[in-house]
């Protein structure tokens, strides 16, 4: 892995992944050589050599964004046959960070889909620096919500991601399955696939999507398959008998 460039809040690294983005059916990027780039803490963006990306289907919008680390950025409408996405892609010509200034951002939601090598992903590239860890454990879970007991389990399983609270993925038959109410949410994760969720009524007050469960996790992520989770930020945690302060993260 190549040594990570960070200046001011922007964190760049070569990527070693073939990746694609696909818009309308089209291929409106594919190279060999991304660059990853860290705009915010918690996940990177990839941006594009502009020779990787198709120029005849980009026409500038005429849109500037400012951002005070990076410079401003000249805004580019994604056009297909098929389909048309105002300011979908960027580019910093004059940026500080000189590594920025030939390269191409398309917007992650905008386009349809993404590819690593052959491998589709969703919600934003994954990031070589975080790893996802799920062990069998024997430790004594409680979930509490306004003073109920809704989950209370013997035989968790452990997620460990970067950055992220221990999560405590449960049996299902350790829920209290008659307090959950089931919501139309989903949510994906690019380490283990898509969630849906339920809602936790108790005492009246319903707390939304206070539950979330894979069912078709990604293959490296198969151990938690039909387990549900808690937030943690949002529920009280009783571990091995201890109640567990509330971590503060993104999801607070």
């Given at each position: 892995m190549t040594e990570p460039?960070?200046?001011?809040?922007?964190?760049?690294?070569?990527?070693?992944?073939?990746?694609?983005?696909?818009?309308?059916?089209?291929?409106?990027?594919?190279?060999?050589?991304?660059?990853?780039?860290?705009?915010?803490?918690?996940?990177?963006?990839?941006?594009?050599?502009?020779?990787d990306v198709r120029a005849e289907l980009l026409s500038e919008s005429g849109t500037v964004n400012h951002s005070p680390s990076r410079g401003d950025a000249t805004g580019f409408t994604v056009s297909t046959p098929r389909v048309v996405a105002a300011d979908a892609a960027w580019?910093?010509?004059?940026?500080?960070?000189?590594?920025?200034r030939?390269?191409?951002?398309?917007?992650?939601p905008a386009m349809d889909a993404w590819f690593e090598e052959d491998e589709r992903v969703h919600v934003h590239p994954r990031d070589p620096y975080?790893?996802?860890?799920?062990?069998?454990?024997?430790?004594h879970v409680e979930v509490i919500i306004d003073g109920v007991t809704v989950a209370?389990?013997?035989?968790?399983r452990l997620l460990f991601e970067t950055g992220l609270p221990t999560r405590y993925y449960l049996p299902l038959?350790?829920?209290?399955?008659?307090?959950?109410?089931p919501s139309s949410t989903v949510s994906h994760c690019p380490y283990k696939g898509q969630a849906s969720y339920w809602s936790v009524e108790v005492d009246g007050t319903l707390h939304e999507d206070a539950v979330w469960t894979y069912q078709s996790p990604l293959p490296e992520s198969q151990k938690v398959i039909g387990l549900a989770c808690f937030y943690n930020e949002h529920v009280d945690i009783v571990l091995d008998g201890e109640l567990q302060e509330r971590p503060r993260s993104h999801f607070s």
């Open positions: 460039k960070a200046r001011g809040r922007v964190r760049i690294e070569e990527g070693h992944k073939r990746v694609r983005a696909y818009l309308g059916g089209e291929v409106v990027a594919d190279t060999l050589h991304p660059k990853l780039v860290w705009e915010i803490p918690y996940f990177p963006t990839y941006f594009f050599p502009a020779a580019q910093y010509r004059d940026s500080p960070f000189e590594e920025l030939g390269l191409i951002k398309l917007d992650w975080t790893r996802v860890d799920i062990l069998a454990s024997s430790r209370d389990s013997r035989q968790p038959t350790d829920v209290r399955m008659d307090l959950l109410r």
